[in-house]
């Protein structure tokens, strides 16, 4: 058994989503801003086009954040009894940084995901 680490390839992937690469190249820039997809990859020309990832990664990341959120203020209030202003100077920043942090990363996991599961949308075969 050599000593180099075994790289799987979904641990590949998992690295190059997060890092907002190509699903394809895992070269190519995935974004072109902070969440807008690039038209295509700079270095392969894969059309971003079809990976549409709509509202599944705010989903995600509502009931992410909302449960850690919630379960933190309560223990808080029930454990402390603070003031409301409290809670405000507490959760405002949390939430936010919840919510910003995990948004491009899991949008990038959830195009990856489509990318290598060749996900389309529904059709209807009236054949």
Request: charged content about 20%.
């Amino acid at each position: 058994m050599s000593g180099a680490p075994v790289r799987t390839r979904a641990a590949t992937d998992v690295s190059f989503s997060l890092a907002g690469r190509c699903p394809r190249c895992g070269e190519g820039k995935l974004f072109a801003g902070f969440l807008n997809l690039a038209p295509a990859c700079d270095k392969c020309g894969l059309s971003y086009d079809k990976l549409d990832q709509g509202d599944g990664p705010a989903v995600f990341i509502i009931l992410i954040a909302g449960f850690i959120v919630c379960g933190l203020a309560l223990w808080v209030e029930v454990t402390y009894e603070p003031p409301y202003w409290v809670h405000v100077v507490l959760w405002t920043p949390l939430i936010l940084g919840l919510t910003l942090g995990l948004l491009r990363p899991l949008k990038a996991v959830m195009v990856w995901q489509q990318f290598r599961m060749r996900a389309e949308e529904g059709r209807l075969d009236n054949g």
